[in-house]
Nanobody
Framework: QVQLVESGGGLVQAGGSLRLSCAASGRTFSNYAIGWFRQAPGKEREFVAR????????DYADSVKGRFTISRDNAKNTVYLQMKTLKPEDTAVYYC????????????WGQGTQVTVSS
């Protein structure tokens, strides 16, 4: 089992920045790729970014490329999502998840943190 807890969400004006954290406990954190996903009201959950087990590889949704940066610190069992130049359409509940880089399946999910971007 891996337990994931997101933090760092909040209310920010358009153009602002936030940094989300995903803290893990339980089984060996570095065994898992970590992904960030988001779900806006009335919409399906969508992929945002992911990072490989030791942080060498990253991947981003086109909508956040150049604005968001994912990173991880395995010594702290934490993954970060630095979000810059936020837009109102970034408003959503953000979730982190642990799983496989190869098949893209995620076995463990956090409870989510709300990000609201005002115009």
């Amino acid at each position: 089992q891996v337990q994931l807890v997101e933090s760092g969400g909040g209310l920010v004006q358009a153009g602002g920045s936030l940094r989300l954290s995903c803290a893990a406990s339980g089984r060996t954190f570095s065994n898992y790729a970590i992904g960030w996903f988001r779900q806006a009201p009335g919409k399906e959950r969508e992929f945002v970014a992911r990072v490989s087990r030791i942080g060498i590889s990253t991947d981003y949704a086109d909508s956040v490329k150049g604005r968001f940066t994912i990173s991880r610190d395995n010594a702290k069992n934490t993954v970060y999502l630095q979000m810059k130049t936020l837009k109102p359409e970034d408003t959503a509940v953000y979730y982190c998840a642990a799983g496989s880089w190869v098949n893209g399946k995620y076995d463990y999910w956090g409870q989510g943190t709300q990000v609201t971007v005002s115009s």
